[in-house]
């Protein structure tokens, strides 16, 4: 018997063979597709129930298998876990292909749709419906044959675009090398990186030191180099991938890119790309993004300046430097920065013991939740390093399954993240409880220290486990709009929004004591921490702004009336400059997160996330960070909620008002009067 084809509860990990996916796959994909068929053959006219309710819980075996796979091939993967991903991708796409391309089934979700406003649903349900119309509709399914046919040309050309676009940038990292032979070219680097530079010279055969495009390789250099003129060179062949007018120039491959989204866009009925993208987002329309991110340029401007000039000086009084450049920033901004913290891992790590840290997250979640961790050791785990624990609410109530898994191993993938192997969902009067999981990379004990966290580890989990309690207090109908099944701007609020107890006084001193002598942190170290944090906040925020306006630029409005790349990026970087312009360079060219990746339209969303989570802790901060009326709050209208509603509705439910810049241009320093 296959452990995956089995009704199943915890996820079977010791029984399961790595032969068992394959045939477990291909098992559920076909029964999954006889339940759609079921859903279309009814002879029965189309209702919400038989048929959006039906399609939302077909294929929950196919999930279920799924979602055991996927896990462990992030979380302990190996080269025949490796292999079956490469086998079985196909054939899910397949599978989800045909699913939105079958016109029969779309034509009994149309005339459900048709009738919705007679059909007496509720918020979620009407959500739900919208949710599963918009996945057919947003696809083309109601487009005539010519402009089907328009729409597969356009997406053919564009994977192919996409592609050649990533590969240019590749061949442009992977062409370069800076090859240094004197010593004295590497001063200031850290022993380490002198040591990476080395190696990476031996791999080639080469003597001394080689620099690369890549990021371990380039920032460093970027930082601690002395010497100017060599900081000048990488620079620049870093900023200037794609644009050297030669076979890897990627101006041409942007210009396609974008003006095949606008009429993409245009054929499925929106004005512009970022139209169709927003639609389902929080920001809602290219407007209001454009409106948030010139707001916020104009609140944090000055402060940008302020931080700028005093860069400046402080380049000219040590070593007499003019005019501050590009590749000036990150050696000095570095070099200012120990002068005025002196802050480093090694002074934070002693009070962040694993253990106590994890302890101080369940802690919070106690105080403001009324949650209760209790570890289990009779759940089945894919590895031994892997905790278990069942959770109960301030009720007793069982709410979920916890897995935590926090250290590096060959099989992992790097990062840190929250992923689910059970959603939560209400059905046939039951509430069915979820399975969530951490997975991150953290420090190891050794024989002589246990595991001691940096901060940034410490924040981290803090992030993660925000997203955690994001699915395990998940408390909706249907699982496609459960836990953090939500629109992406909305996603990092209940994680980043955890990250803020990490800097409090009140909730260090939970948790945050040495891990010999159990003394809490010192306040001063605390004071330290929260400083650094919005360290040159003012110029971090002016360049994320920068690249979102560049992302709106591209995106926001017909762009057939751009005719040179390098024109357009100056227009959209105009109000944003602290550094002198440089004409050899281009960020357009190798912006691989809007051109490659799934960010086009979406760049904004990172100061957005801190919008809402700044804004939303900030009621805590007003109330008190453990006060319990907010936290019902948070928890009855945002936590529980999931995707059930536009998160603005939501949002404003708890908050009692939209959210607003200011509680972040607070949090950040950067006020006139700071
Ligand atoms: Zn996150």
Redesign the pocket.
């Known amino acids: 018997m296959n452990p995956l084809l089995l009704k199943f509860d915890t996820a079977p990990f010791s029984q399961i063979k790595n032969e068992h996916f394959k045939p477990a796959f291909l098992r559920a994909i076909e029964n999954a597709r006889a339940e759609i068929d079921a859903i279309i053959d009814n002879l029965d006219a189309p209702t919400f129930e038989n048929t959006i309710e039906a399609l939302e819980f077909a294929g929950q075996q196919l999930d279920r298998v799924s979602s055991v796979f996927f896990n462990l091939n992030s979380a302990e993967t190996n080269e025949d876990i490796q292999q079956i991903a490469q086998e079985v991708s196909p054939l899910l796409s397949e599978f989800s292909n045909d699913i939105t391309l079958n016109l029969d089934l779309f034509q009994r979700i149309k005339s459900v749709y048709d009738q919705k406003d007679a059909l007496n649903l509720s918020p979620e349900q009407q959500t739900l419906l919208e949710k599963k119309y918009k996945s057919f509709s947003r696809n083309g399914a109601n487009l005539s044959e010519d402009k089907k046919k328009r729409l597969r040309e356009i997406d053919a050309e564009l994977s192919k675009l996409k592609l050649t676009f990533g590969e240019n940038i590749l061949a442009e990292t992977n062409k370069y090398e800076m090859h240094l032979t004197d010593e004295a070219d590497v001063d200031g680097l850290p022993e380490g990186e002198k040591e990476a530079a080395t190696q990476l010279a031996e791999s080639k055969d080469k003597e001394g030191w080689l620099l690369t495009l890549d990021h371990p390789s380039y920032i460093p250099f970027m930082k601690y180099a002395e010497n100017r003129e060599l900081r000048k060179e990488l620079s620049l062949a870093f900023a200037s991938k794609g644009f050297h007018g030669d076979a890897l120039d990627n101006q041409e491959n942007v210009l396609k890119i974008a003006n095949l989204r606008h009429e993409r866009a245009n054929v499925l009925g929106y004005e512009t790309h970022a139209h169709f993208v927003l639609e389902e987002r929080m920001a809602e329309t290219p407007e209001k993004v454009r409106e948030f991110l010139n707001e916020l340029l104009h609140k944090a401007k000055p402060a940008a300046e302020r931080e700028f000039k005093q860069l400046e000086d402080f380049a000219k009084e040590l070593d007499g430097i003019d005019r501050l450049e590009k590749w000036d920033g990150s050696y000095y901004s570095e070099k200012l920065k120990q002068k005025l913290f002196d802050l480093d891992d090694e002074k934070l790590k002693p009070y962040f013991k694993l253990e106590n840290v994890i302890a101080g997250v369940f802690k919070v979640a106690e105080k403001l939740f009324g949650l209760r961790f209790e570890e289990v050791s009779d759940i089945d785990t894919y590895h031994e390093e892997v905790k278990t624990y069942r959770v109960y609410d301030d009720t007793n109530n069982f709410l979920s399954l916890f897995y935590a898994d926090f250290h590096p191993r060959k099989g992992k993938r790097g990062g840190a993240w929250m992923t689910s192997y059970k959603p939560q969902y209400k059905k046939d009067g039951e509430n069915v409880r979820p399975h969530i999981s951490n997975v991150c990379n953290f420090t190891r004990s050794t024989s002589t220290k246990p595991s001691l966290l940096t901060f940034n580890e410490v924040t981290t989990l803090f992030?993660?486990f925000g997203?955690a309690l994001h699915g395990m207090l998940a408390n909706t109908l249907y699982p496609s709009l459960s836990g953090t099944s939500v629109y992406w701007d909305f996603v990092?609020l209940p994680?980043?929004v955890m990250e803020n107890w990490c800097y409090e006084q009140e909730a260090l001193e939970l948790f945050a004591t040495h891990y010999k002598t159990d003394a809490p942190i010192p306040m001063e170290l605390i004071k330290k921490i929260k400083d650094s944090a919005t360290f040159q906040e003012g110029m971090q925020t002016l360049r994320q702004l920068s690249f979102g306006l560049l992302d709106m630029s591209w995106h926001g409005t017909d762009p057939s009336n751009i005719t040179d790349v390098k024109t357009n990026e100056n227009l959209a970087f105009e109000g944003t400059k602290l550094y002198p312009e440089t004409s050899e360079t281009c960020m357009t060219t190798a912006f691989a997160h809007i051109f490659q990746g799934g960010y086009s339209s979406g760049y904004y969303s990172y100061k957005w996330a801190e919008v809402l989570d700044a804004d939303a802790f900030a009621y805590f901060k007003e109330k008190g960070i453990f006060n319990k009326e907010v936290a019902t709050k948070f928890k009855d209208n945002v936590l529980s909620k999931g995707g059930t509603e536009n998160p603005m509705v939501l949002y404003k439910r708890f908050r009692g008002a939209e959210p607003k810049v200011e509680a972040l241009l607070k949090r950040a320093g950067l006020f006139e009067n700071h």
Do not use: L
């Open positions: 992030h993660e997203h990092e994680s980043q």
